[in-house]
């Protein structure tokens, strides 16, 4: 999984929002961490990792 700099929770929201396309009401509410990673090891979610990283390192 690519390593991803996270400095802030915007950083965080702006990744659950867009990469996993969650709603943000449920990225603001609380999220158990288990599901979070749950996510993270989805095989689609790891795509959405990859291209996340891919257009961050494009911004810069």
């Known amino acids: ?3 991803l700099l996270v400095e802030t929770w915007v950083d ?3 990744m659950l929002t867009d990469v996993f396309s969650m ?3 449920l990225v603001l509410s609380d ?3 288990d599901d979070i990673l749950q ?3 989805n095989k689609s979610a790891y795509e959405g ?3 996340y990283a ?3 390192s ?3």
């Open 58 to 60: 494009q911004k810069n």
């Open 23 to 25: 709603p943000s009401d």
């Open 49 to 51: 990792w990859k291209n």
């Open 1 to 3: 999984m690519p390593k």
């Open 31 to 33: 999220i158990c961490l």
């Open 12 to 14: 965080v929201y702006s």
């Open 39 to 41: 996510m993270a090891y």
């Open 54 to 56: 891919i257009n961050q």
